[in-house]
């Protein structure tokens, strides 16, 4: 079945006073001019159009936007509390074993003092294991490498969260 119109959620965001929009689009991602991007391409006919959208702007951010948007991550195994969003993405470091606990804050730590910033990765589906090995194999990465692995990373973490926000809206 097949629908022309406009998902619910996405008619719902597209009808947002700007500022909340604003204030949506920054909770996905903490990058001033992705959010600003995005809003400027308002209204969006399909999630699809929405996520073409993100894609374009995470394209062109510079390395301070990306900086701002690292920002907003906290680091892996260390989710921020009361943050259900972030709870959920780094689930797969909830049932860590302490040893798993202690080298992801060791790797976490060498990752900042080597790149200047958080370790980022798309923790939506990865256990613990997999993060610890995937910053194990990315600190012998260039900083020019490492960047573009962020701004990869980053766009699939913005893409899951964009998806929460274009999901049709349940009725009452």
């Known amino acids: 079945m097949t629908s022309t119109s406009t998902p619910s959620g996405l008619a719902r965001f597209n009808g947002l006073e700007e500022s909340v929009a604003r204030a949506t689009l920054l909770e996905a991602c903490a990058a001033r001019a992705w959010a600003d991007r995005l809003l ?3 209204p969006y006919a399909t999630a699809d159009d929405l996520y073409a959208a993100s894609d374009a702007a995470m394209a062109e951010l510079t390395a301070a936007d990306l900086a701002e948007a690292m920002a ?11 943050d259900p969003t972030s709870a959920r993405e780094q689930r797969g470091m909830a049932g860590a074993s302490d040893e798993l ?16 910033h958080v370790f980022l990765i ?5 256990t613990g294991e997999q993060m610890r ?21 980053l ?18």
């Not at 798309?122 to 990865?126: L, Q, V």
């Not at 969260?161 to 009725?171: F, T």
């Open 72 to 82: 907003g991550h906290p680091p892996i195994g260390r989710p921020k509390p009361g």
């Open 122 to 126: 798309c923790a939506t589906g990865r």
């Open 133 to 153: 090995d995937a910053v194990q194999e990315r600190l012998g990465n260039s900083p020019a490498q490492e960047r573009e692995i962020v701004r990869a990373e």
């Open 101 to 116: 606990r202690a080298q992801m804050l060791e790797l976490n730590l060498a990752y900042q003092d080597r790149f200047g």
């Open 40 to 42: 400027a391409a308002r």
């Open 155 to 172: 766009g699939k973490i913005n893409r899951i969260r964009l998806a929460g926000i274009a999901a049709p809206v349940e009725e009452d």
